[in-house]
């Protein structure tokens, strides 16, 4: 009975997870519109310290396709341990990412689909062989958890990262360098995430008959999502807002799992029984996951399809220049032929990579 129960925690939690990174990559679509919408109206923008955006209903349509994605991950965890939910949220890139190609003008060219694929099967790859979590069935369990010496060690050190970079490296880099708020999100979501499975436990407490309003954890836990939550909406929405949805993205999905990843590890100690095999394979598919999100949107700008990638080919399969550096008439032609193809190339594809500028969403020349 107990390994039927578990695997159907198992079923439920996979569920909700999937359905939380449906939602939470529909909702990076709706925020950027809402925020684009602002941008045209000439409204104080969230990166500049306004908050036009509460008036606007695709931002709020967007927030509540994040309120639903994040409710869903939140029942997820309770469910199911950290290192299945939080991979899983490489999905919602993947959707982001789709969703941007029809509603954003964002291109998703061959690069993107073989970054799909490989995220994917990283996904995949982390979910057969998560670590399993040391089981918690109560209040007081959590409780002898968050005293460990260990998670003070490393929720201080989050507490002081974060405040170092709201306080004093935001204001001087964060409209310039995309990693400063991003930073900010993700490692406070490493203890938003602890947050969230303690109140699943007290969730599990109270549905079975047990008192958990009296008791003080439950609310300091409460408390505690509440600013995490509050300060990851903040810093995000300056993100989005300043650079574009296909680099904030992947850069948060990255950051935000391995500070998760982190935590779990050092809250619930889910490394120390885990065979070799399963630690191998547990970051491989980790890794797979960031070269699949790296491909995905490092060449979104480049025009790279399966017809472009022949041609390519083809070129390469023609002969040369002739021995001792003295090419042959046809050769000659062939050259000039191939000079004038890469002149008109280069038209059809306009300005190089570099010389885009990514901001709100648009390329113009620098």
Known sequence: MGQDRGKYDFYIGLGLAISSSIFIGGSFILKKKGLLRLARKGQCRAGQGGHAYLKECLWWAGLLSMAAGEGANFAAYAFAPATLVTPLGALSVLVSAVLSSYFLSERLNLHGKLGCLLSILGSTTMVIHAPQEEEIN????????????????????????????????????????????????????????????????????AIAGRSVVGNPLAWVLLLGLVACVSTQINYLNKALDIFNTSLVTPIYYVFFT???????????????????????????????????????????????????????????????????????HGSYELLRNDSTDMNLEEREVGLPFDSLSRRNGTMTAS
Not at 266 to 284: P, R, Y
């Open 138 to 205: 109560s209040l007081d369990h959590m409780a002898r958890k968050l005293v460990d010496p260990g998670f003070l060690v490393f929720a201080t050190f989050v507490i002081i990262v974060a405040l170092i970079f709201i306080l004093v490296v935001g204001p001087r880099h964060g409209q310039t360098n995309i990693m400063v708020y991003i930073t900010i999100c993700s490692v406070i979501g490493a203890l938003s995430v602890s947050c969230v499975k303690g109140l699943g436990i007290a969730i599990k407490e």
């Open 258 to 328: 391995t500070s998760v990843l982190s935590c779990s590890a050092i809250l619930f100690k889910e490394w120390e029984h885990m065979a070799t095999a399963d630690v191998i394979g547990t970051l491989s598919g980790f890794l797979t996951i960031i070269v699949g999100i790296f491909l995905l949107h490092a060449f979104k700008d480049l025009s790279v399809s399966l017809s472009t990638l022949a041609v390519s080919i083809r070129k390469d399969e023609r002969p040369g220049p002739a021995a001792n550096g003295v090419a042959t």
